[in-house]
């Protein structure tokens, strides 16, 4: 169940049973994860035009402080190992190369981006809790909304 907050223009969750750990519950608002859902409202094509209208609402999914701690160590960690990973892959293929420094920008960017997703997904599993999107994808409200036409992904133009 969730009521909209008219201040913050977000539905929050009215239960706290923990949607990542499902032990624990939420004891504060702002402990929840609030996944943005978008919804095409207007497309307007025109040969030399393109514009597209759409809502966006967050959706509160109910996590305990745990799990909530839990998602940012894994991010903070995932992002320095990543940073990391792809300064050395960059220092490594300047010393072989100037050719190879340039050419070794393109993995350096796919580890910075790629490696941190990989990473912070790895790290929360291996605490056995659910990941924040698989979390998100997984509740109840959120599975009705995109049902309904709601989607994770904003729209383009």
């Known amino acids: 169940m969730y009521t909209f907050n008219h ?3 977000r539905l929050e969750p009215t239960g706290s049973s923990c949607q990542y750990c499902e032990t624990g519950h939420s ?3 702002e402990d929840n994860f609030f996944v943005p859902l978008y919804k095409e409202q207007d497309r307007t094509n025109i040969i030399v035009y393109r514009s597209v209208k759409y809502q966006k609402i967050p959706v509160g999914i109910p996590r305990c402080r745990s799990c909530k701690e ?9 992002s320095l190992i990543a940073v990391g990973l792809a300064i050395a892959v960059e220092v490594i293929c300047f010393k072989i190369d100037l050719l190879w420094g340039f050419i070794g920008l393109f993995p350096s960017l796919f580890i910075l981006f790629g490696g941190a997703a990989y990473f912070q997904n790895k790290f929360v599993e291996d605490k056995g809790i659910t990941t924040k999107m698989n979390g998100a994808k997984q509740n109840e409200a959120v599975q009705d909304l995109v049902i309904s036409g709601w989607s994770f992904t904003m729209p383009s133009a």
């Open 27 to 29: 004891s504060h608002m």
């Open 7 to 9: 201040s913050l223009k």
């Open 70 to 78: 839990i998602h940012e160590k894994a991010a903070t960690q995932a």
